[in-house]
């Protein structure tokens, strides 16, 4: 299974931003797939995910109303849409799969590389 992060970058608050997440060899056909992020010093969290069965959708209470996750079924890959960023948004951004879990960081199974996403003026 491969997952490839991309999209992160500098922008100021109140900025938009789109990740990316494109993946390959995930088997079976109901997972869980999304996005964590871990800001220095602080523990790995989940901000969304979105389930293959259903097109379920979890987002933390920081990002609600202001991420959006959605996917291409076409192009496998998943994308988060992050509009009104604040500095508190700065992480790295992980994109995630899983067999067993949208929002648990350790029932995630397969972890992509991270991408730098820092918000400020």
């Known amino acids: 299974v491969q997952l490839q992060a991309s999209g992160g970058g500098l922008v100021p608050p109140g900025g938009s931003l789109r990740l990316s997440c494109a993946h390959s060899g995930l088997v079976l056909d109901s997972y869980a797939i999304g996005w964590f992020r871990q800001a220095p010093g602080k523990e790995r969290e989940g901000v969304s995910c979105?389930?293959?069965?259903?097109?379920?959708?979890y987002y933390a209470d920081s990002v609600k109303g202001r991420f959006t996750i959605s996917r291409d079924n076409a192009k496998n890959t998943i994308y988060l849409q992050m509009d009104n960023l604040e500095p508190e948004d700065t992480a790295v951004y992980y994109c995630?799969?899983?067999?067993?879990?949208?929002?648990?960081?350790?029932?995630?199974?397969?972890w992509g590389q991270g991408t730098l996403v820092t918000v400020s003026s």
């Open positions: 995630a799969a899983s067999y067993h879990s949208c929002t648990v960081v350790t029932a995630q199974d397969y």
């Open positions: 979105m389930t293959s069965v259903g097109s379920h959708t």
